[in-house]
């Protein structure tokens, strides 16, 4: 339902396009399960990616940060649609894994962020992917599917900086329409090995990254 909601109501906030490798977007994700891996710049992430991978017709569960449970109304929805808590920082966190795992054994994909936190950074602009945890890479070699590179740009334009600062961005993207591109990679058969997978996963998103930041400035968005 998040997922339904949120293509539905981003065109009031901004101008969201996709891409995908292939181009056909009949082709571009496993027909089966897979592990979604997206960079990650700012809270309304969730949001821009969800919409944009209904387009591509596939509503994947999101593991996000448990915080966000927290949040009156959204997280019963959250919980009501089968999304993941992840207690970063806590004995619970590998929890977090084990659901997603049954998850993708049930046939569902997942969605997640590979650098496991927002950049620090309060400026509007566009940064590579941080270095990645190795979460991703360790689900996607232990349910034995493809990992999918996710690259997203533009969406700190939509919502970055403090508190406040964010709020006024949301606020006052109807009047603004920030323009945002998602890109899709091509599926990945990862390495055995969990170093070996997690840098391979990286330097996919950051290719897919790179595309939509292309794909903004060929619109004119620099």
Same mark, same amino acid.
């Given at each position: 339902?998040?997922?339904?909601?949120?293509?539905?109501?981003?065109?009031?906030?901004?101008?969201?396009?996709?891409?995908?490798?292939p181009?056909?977007?009949?082709?571009?994700?496993?027909?089966?399960?897979?592990?979604?891996?997206?960079?990650?710049?700012? $809270?309304?992430?969730?949001? /821009?990616?969800? %919409? #944009? !991978?209904? &387009?591509? =017709?596939?509503? @994947? *569960?999101i593991?996000?940060?448990?915080? $966000?449970?927290?949040?009156? /109304?959204?997280? %019963? #929805? !959250?919980? &009501?649609? =089968?999304?993941? @808590? *992840?207690?970063?920082?806590?004995a619970?966190?590998?929890?977090?894994?084990?659901?997603? %795992?049954?998850?993708?054994?049930? =046939?569902?994909?997942?969605?997640?962020y590979?650098?496991?936190?927002?950049?620090?950074?309060?400026?509007?602009?566009?940064?590579?992917?941080?270095?990645?945890?190795?979460?991703?890479?360790?689900?996607?070699l232990?349910?034995?599917?493809?990992?999918?590179?996710?690259g997203?740009?533009?969406?700190?334009?939509?919502?970055?900086?403090?508190?406040?600062k964010?709020?006024a961005?949301?606020?006052?993207?109807?009047?603004?329409?920030?323009?945002?591109?998602?890109?899709?990679?091509?599926?990945?058969?990862?390495?055995?090995?969990?170093?070996?997978?997690?840098?391979h996963?990286h330097?996919?998103?950051?290719?897919?990254?790179?595309?939509?930041?292309?794909?903004?400035?060929?619109?004119?968005?620099?």
């Amino acid at each position: 339902m998040l997922t339904r909601i949120a293509d539905a109501l981003f065109p009031a906030f901004g101008s969201l396009s996709v891409t995908a490798d292939p181009a056909d977007p009949a082709d571009s994700l496993p027909r089966g399960a897979c592990v979604l891996v997206a960079n990650h710049t700012s $809270l309304c992430d969730p949001v /821009v990616v969800a %919409a #944009a !991978l209904r &387009r591509l =017709g596939t509503e @994947p *569960v999101i593991m996000a940060a448990a915080g $966000l449970w927290r949040i009156p /109304v959204l997280g %019963a #929805a !959250l919980a &009501r649609d =089968g999304h993941i @808590p *992840v207690h970063r920082g806590t004995a619970r966190a590998a929890e977090a894994l084990d659901r997603a %795992a049954r998850v993708i054994a049930d =046939g569902r994909s997942v969605l997640l962020y590979g650098e496991g936190r927002l950049p620090t950074r309060r400026d509007p602009g566009e940064e590579a992917p941080g270095p990645f945890r190795s979460g991703a890479a360790r689900l996607a070699l232990a349910a034995g599917v493809p990992l999918v590179p996710v690259g997203q740009a533009g969406a700190r334009r939509l919502c970055s900086g403090g508190t406040l600062k964010q709020l006024a961005g949301a606020l006052t993207a109807p009047a603004r329409r920030p323009r945002l591109h998602v890109h899709v990679g091509a599926a990945l058969n990862l390495p055995a090995a969990v170093p070996e997978a997690s840098a391979h996963a990286h330097r996919a998103v950051t290719a897919a990254w790179r595309t939509a930041v292309d794909a903004l400035a060929a619109s004119g968005v620099r």
